[in-house]
């Protein structure tokens, strides 16, 4: 099967088996919340594995030896095995092949989940380490909003709205990779008034959020609760130069800092899974309107 629809009180959520990515989200009135991939950028919600962002030079070390690693990793561009599908739920699975070993030289079972619920997604990621030394990864989520969901609104109408103050300085990308300076943050205790001009310097980068969600709203129309658990960093990013749509992102790792010349494992907010064990990260996706 290429692809699945979920329905659950009204609301649909569309996954594929490619990259097991969410490529539509509707609410009750039928609205599309989610991108659809135009041009200014061809991906709806890409998963991140097992690399978020770039490695410098992209190249993942391991014991001496490089391997190349494309930006964000290669889940987004494999195909997921359907390990279940049902009505309002499904679970998609990737472990590692002869082409994976070739990037990224380790044993590794990803299994991502979708639970829908009324007015509500859920999404896990579970990664298993069956290998026989420890497994570094990281992983993240990439869902594109509409920018503005409801397309008579001007973008600077919607702002973000953190559950907690976020006074902590931001990072900042250049080419890719991460600035070793923390810029002060755009966000005026909690809430992060919305503009093209917040992506011109690339992704708006919460190292260490104080915050486990943030709602995402213009005072009318659709309105959009994501929270997680398991993540440690988030980022905020749409296309430089303008686009419609806006990235909210759960990380579990950054891109590779600028001057950061070591092997992957000791790469800054790296996971490390021992052997046998596993790690189980989740976001949710909470849709309402306001009026």
């Keep these: 099967m290429e692809q699945l629809t979920l329905h659950a009180d009204g609301i649909s959520a569309t996954i594929v088996g490619q990259g097991a990515e969410l490529i539509s989200l509707c609410d009750a009135e039928d609205t599309e919340l989610l991108w659809q991939a135009g041009p200014e950028w061809r991906r709806h919600s890409p998963v991140l594995f097992p690399i978020v962002g770039r490695l410098k030079g992209d190249q993942l070390r391991h014991r001496g030896q490089t391997y190349p690693m494309t930006q964000h990793g290669f889940a987004r561009d494999r195909r ?28 590794f079972h990803l299994a991502i989940s979708y639970d829908l619920q009324p007015r509500q997604l859920g999404v896990s990621f ?34 973000l709205t953190f559950a907690d103050n976020e006074p902590a300085p931001v990072c900042r990308l250049k080419d890719g990779l991460l600035l070793p300076d923390p810029q002060p943050t755009p966000i005026d205790g909690k809430t992060l008034q919305l503009s093209e001009r917040l992506f011109v310097d690339d992704a708006v980068i919460l190292d260490r959020p104080a915050s486990s969600s943030v709602r995402y709203a213009a005072g009318r129309g659709p309105a959009i609760e994501m929270s997680w658990h398991g993540f440690t960093e988030l980022g905020i ?25 070591r092997e992957f ?23 309402s309107r306001e009026p």
């Design 80 to 107: 997921f095995a359907w390990a279940e599908q049902g009505p309002t739920s499904c679970r998609l699975v990737l472990t590692d092949d002869a082409e994976s070993r070739t990037h990224y030289p380790f044993a």
């Design 237 to 261: 990013w749409s296309k430089p130069g303008g686009a419609p749509f806006l990235c909210i992102e759960p990380w579990h790792g950054v891109a590779s800092p600028i001057d950061f010349d």
């Design 126 to 159: 579970e990664i298993t380490n069956p290998g026989d030394e420890p497994l570094p990864a990281s992983i993240g989520a990439h869902p594109a909003f509409n920018w503005p969901l409801l397309p008579e609104l001007p973008k600077e109408a919607y702002r």
């Design 265 to 287: 494992a000791d790469k800054p907010s790296v996971m490390l899974i021992e052997p046998g064990g596993r790690r189980v990260l989740s976001y949710r996706i909470g849709l």
